[in-house]
């Protein structure tokens, strides 16, 4: 037996494609993910009668609206293989420029705009240290993370600013005639937008291929510091977008708006199916993984768990979200080597 028929050998010596196909399709990350949203609302509905109702529907949407919107741009850094931890710091940043403006007699529109300078500005800073410096993504993110805290609390102090525009009140409430929060609504539709994005269009390909061989997709003529400059750029953008709407829905801003916010983004991202190491990850993995979060918080608020005992079931779902993913991957390499020697010594 040569060498070229020994490598050969472990492709013909796989289960049929029919049974693996089905398989696949029956573990894939996005099927579990269905099925623990089912779980979710049985144990929420078991839990507090009131949880299968448009109002719990309401307000979920309305208490991680902008955390979903985070996520989104976060998933395509991520899958890039980097990261932007910063965005809870923005999304105060933007709240904290937006409550200083209007309290000194700003006109609430310009205000907002220069809400979304700033956080442009913000995301092209990360992008630049990143891309240009070629600084790793982690340390950039976790700098700019404490230099916009810290510019939040240099900008309104321990102020909190109130008073807003009375129509700015809606935002807080449903659209008209139904149950549905605005800020779950715009995800919905930046979800749309980023899915054909990723999964339809050349640039989406180019992200996939840049997470997966950077080098290979810069050879191949993709400009990987390019698209990685932008995500980072719509990503400082959306952030200061969720401040803004963060902000209204509160009726006030302050410094540590946003505080922490950060880990559920992340973790809302890599259980959705998203590789900490890149090149894999979907949007409808993260849309599903969005209502899981909503759904569990929702039961859990509703039987009066603590924000601080959900940060830690929050934090296990992050841990399971690299550790499952890793895990097989790590047995399918491991079965592949093991006939492949099985067939060597053959």
Not at 57 to 66: D, K, Q, S, V
Not at 220 to 232: A, C, N, Q
Not at 288 to 307: D, R, Y
Request: glycine share 10%; with cysteine.
């Amino acid at each position: 037996m040569t060498t070229l028929e020994a490598n050969a050998l472990p492709e013909l010596v796989e289960e049929p494609r029919t049974l693996q196909s089905s398989l696949r399709a029956a573990v894939r990350w996005e099927t579990g993910l269905v099925v623990l949203f089912v779980v979710s609302l049985i144990y929420g509905w078991s839990v507090t009668p009131y949880f299968l109702n448009m109002e719990t529907f309401f307000f979920a949407g309305l208490n991680f609206g902008e955390v979903a919107i985070m996520a989104l741009p976060m998933t395509l850094i991520i899958i890039t293989g980097e990261i932007d931890l910063s965005v809870a710091s923005m999304l105060g940043l933007s709240a904290s420029t937006l409550g200083y403006l209007f309290t000194h007699g700003w006109n609430i529109w310009l205000a907002m705009g220069v809400c979304l300078l700033v956080g442009i500005a913000g995301g092209a800073l990360n992008g630049v240290l990143v891309t240009r410096l070629g600084l790793p993504s982690i340390a950039v993110t976790i700098g700019t993370l404490t230099l916009y805290r810290g510019l939040a609390l240099i900008v309104l102090g321990s102020n909190t600013a109130v008073g807003f525009p009375a129509w700015t009140n809606k935002l807080s409430l449903p659209i008209g005639g139904t149950h549905v929060a605005y800020d779950f609504a715009i995800f919905v539709v930046l979800a749309v937008i980023f899915g054909v994005a990723l999964h339809m269009t050349p640039l989406g390909r180019s992200i996939y291929a840049i997470g997966l061989q950077p080098e290979t997709a810069y050879f191949s003529g993709i400009r990987v510091k390019r698209i990685k400059f932008l995500l980072y750029v719509v990503s400082g953008f959306l952030c200061a977008f969720a401040g803004i709407l963060y902000t209204f829905q509160q009726a006030s801003s302050a410094s540590d708006t946003g505080l922490g916010l950060e880990l559920n983004v992340v973790a809302i991202a890599l259980f959705g199916g998203v590789s900490i190491f890149g090149g894999r990850g979907t949007i409808i993995g993260v849309v599903l993984s969005v209502a899981v979060f909503a759904s569990l918080q929702s039961s859990l608020t509703g039987i009066n768990v603590s924000a601080q005992a959900q940060s830690i079931v929050t934090g296990c779902l992050l841990l399971l979200s690299v550790l499952i993913p890793n895990g097989i991957e790590m047995t399918a390499r491991a079965r592949a080597r093991l006939r492949h020697r099985a067939v060597q010594e053959a």
